[in-house]
């Protein structure tokens, strides 16, 4: 398994990845829950820093829920996204530029500033599991 850091802005990707999940489902429902639990650990620098950008850098944000991030994960990724949901019904203050400017002002400039802390999260995160599951 690598952890490699791709040249599209706003992806980390980690090789090897699924097929760890793959082995990991053979351990166990306990290791595979653990490993999720701490894929959105991963998750939680990138979100905060999200937070804080998107108060920062993008007018009027503060007023709405828009600037707080969820951190969701799956078997092969982690994502980060507004805890906000679309609404159906569009209102005189609907922001139709709101996606690229979180992304652009909030997201990807949050995912860059740490993807350094991410690779060692990472590592830590895989040697934990590693040595947890030596256990089975």
Known sequence: MAL????VAGEVRI???????????HAGKELKG???????????PVASRAQVLARQNISH????GWWQMRIGATESTVYVAPKERGSK????QTRPNLKPLL???AMIPALESQKGNLVREVERMLGELGREWSRY
């Open 34 to 44: 653990e490993m999720r639990r701490a894929m959105q650990e991963v998750g939680e």
């Open 89 to 92: 019904v569009r209102t005189r």
């Open 61 to 64: 944000i503060g007023r709405s």
């Open 15 to 25: 090789d090897g990845l699924v097929e760890l999940n793959r082995a990991f489902k």
């Open 103 to 105: 992304l652009d002002e």
């Open 4 to 7: 490699n850091i791709s040249g």
